[in-house]
């Protein structure tokens, strides 16, 4: 349904501007973003396809399943080459392996070999932190192969022993904390501190408040103990992915049936900075599948943060990158399901390095690669500055974004906020009303009234003068005719 939206105004767009194209960069989909009231209209594209990468053209032969990427402080891209139970490390370049991990050897000296590993995260200090999902166990080794540490599934009250320990992602902090994400596991990702003992867990998801949900509380209230202890209990979606950043770990849960928690910020102590926020992170209209009859929500299956600080969101149900500023406010939508480069079978997931995005595909068994596009350029500097705290510098590159994109609501909020701060009340309020921006808005309107008042001030008292003395004048010809009234009777 959203592609026949979108086709719908990229040909009303096109008859009006005699267009052929709404943007240069032929890619297998409409490129779209989201107007001021979130309905999709065209708009130039961020990133554009560059290539599609296999094994074969890595030297490394088929892969299998990939099913994680991360790039490592030592300018290397560590592919989880789950089917071939192996990690491939790439260059910079994304041209040729340049080592692959299939054997490790352990503390005591005998070597081990992963199992359908899932996740990898590669530390400031270059040590591979790998989620070996079907060996049930997460590894520490150096990039020699060397095992310095195995964690496994703890023995404590507070993990349920009757659960598997399958580890499918893996991050760890800078004090060397390590978090995990296990499978099957709804209270949050497993902590372990720095020698392996387990924390517990960490940042679980909220349960999604249903009309459902809300009637069996009130109706738990009136229930007896018996009947309570046997109610099935609601449980919220497990955490799919994460990444770090600085001081902050950002989840997502790819869960189809609940939109809260969908992306978190969370702080040390596992507060979710986005909780007050209403936000909504991938398509505001739920893609409709023919084949099934149905709606489809949004899965969020993975997450990266850039280096920039813009969060990125892989979306497994519509194949596509949903990319937002620090403030959650939308950039560019890139990707889709196809064949052709720019789109993917099975996304699995997601990294960034400089002004490229990198997907791997468990089905076509690729890594895509994008490259920022001219336009995507301009919004990154403008994004940045504004970020930076810097917005009369991000005023103008604003400007440029309006110039190639007049609807790109991002652009209207940045010129709208880097107005007010100048003084410009009145821009302030028209370029927020073009983005929807109402609490913009108000500032904007309360600082021209605040200005308004100021520049009329003498008038405003002249005016108080004239109607507090006519006011005198009409009192006291009603008080004297009441005098001559009550004299003559």
Not at 87 to 104: G, L, M, P, Q
Not at 216 to 235: T, Y
Not at 352 to 368: E, F, I, P, R
Not at 387 to 410: F, I, M, Q
Request: glycine share 8%; charged share 25%; with cysteine.
């Amino acid at each position: 349904m959203i592609k026949k939206i979108i086709a719908a105004y990229i040909s009303a767009a096109c008859i009006m501007s005699g267009m052929l194209a709404v943007t240069a960069y032929a890619e297998p989909y409409e490129v779209y973003n989201y107007d001021r009231w979130n309905d999709p209209i065209p708009s130039q594209a961020g990133y554009t396809a560059e290539r599609s990468v296999s094994g074969n053209n890595l030297g490394a032969g088929k892969m299998n399943s990939p099913s994680d990427i991360f790039y490592g402080a030592d300018g290397l891209f560590y592919i989880v080459d789950s089917g071939n139970n192996r990690i491939i490390a790439v260059d910079e370049n994304f041209t040729k392996a340049v080592k692959i991990y299939d054997s490790f050897i352990m503390p005591d000296g005998s070597e081990t070999s992963l199992k359908t590993p899932m996740g990898i995260f590669i530390s400031a200090d270059n040590n591979m932190y790998i989620a070996d999902s079907e060996n049930s166990r997460v590894l520490v080794s150096d990039t020699d192969g060397n095992i310095i540490k195995e964690i496994t599934k703890p023995e404590s009250e507070i993990f349920d022993q009757k659960r598997t320990f399958t580890p499918l992602r893996v991050i760890a902090d800078k004090a060397g904390n390590v978090y995990v994400v296990l499978n099957n596991i709804t209270t949050g990702v497993a902590m372990f501190a720095p020698d392996g003992e387990f924390m517990g867990f960490y940042g679980a998801n909220r349960v999604q408040p249903t009309s459902e949900i809300i009637s069996d509380h009130l109706a738990g209230l009136f229930m007896s103990e018996e009947k309570r202890a046997r109610r099935v209990r609601n449980v919220p979606s497990g955490v799919t992915s994460f990444d770090i950043d600085g001081d902050f770990i950002f989840t997502c849960t790819s869960s189809s049936t609940q939109t809260t928690d969908t992306v978190k910020k969370l702080n040390a102590a596992g507060n979710n900075i986005f909780a007050n926020m209403e936000l909504n992170f991938g398509d505001y209209t739920p893609v409709y599948d023919t084949t099934r009859n149905k709606l489809l929500a949004p899965s969020i299956v993975d997450i990266d943060i850039a280096e920039d600080g813009n969060i990125n969101c892989l979306d497994f149900t519509t194949g596509r990158i949903f990319q937002y500023d620090e403030d959650c406010n939308l950039l560019f939508i890139t990707g889709t399901i196809a064949k052709q480069v720019g789109g993917f079978d099975h996304a699995a997931a997601l990294e960034s390095h400089g002004d490229k995005l990198y997907v791997a595909d468990s089905m076509k068994n690729t890594v895509t690669i994008f490259t920022e596009t001219d336009f995507g350029a301009v919004v990154h500097k403008a994004s940045a500055l504004h970020n930076g705290g810097y917005y009369d510098e991000a005023l103008e590159p604003w400007r440029e974004v309006l110039r190639r994109d007049g609807n790109y609501r991002r652009a209207n909020l940045g010129v709208a906020l880097a107005l007010l701060r100048q003084g410009d009340y009145q821009g302030a309020m028209k370029y927020a009303k073009l983005a929807n921006a109402g609490s913009v808005y108000d500032k904007a309107f309360e600082g021209y009234r605040m200005e308004l008042i100021r520049e009329n001030f003498g008038t405003f008292v002249l005016a108080a003068a004239i109607i507090a003395a006519a006011a005198a004048i009409i009192r006291r010809k009603l008080k004297k005719q009441g005098d001559s009234r009550s004299k003559k009777y």
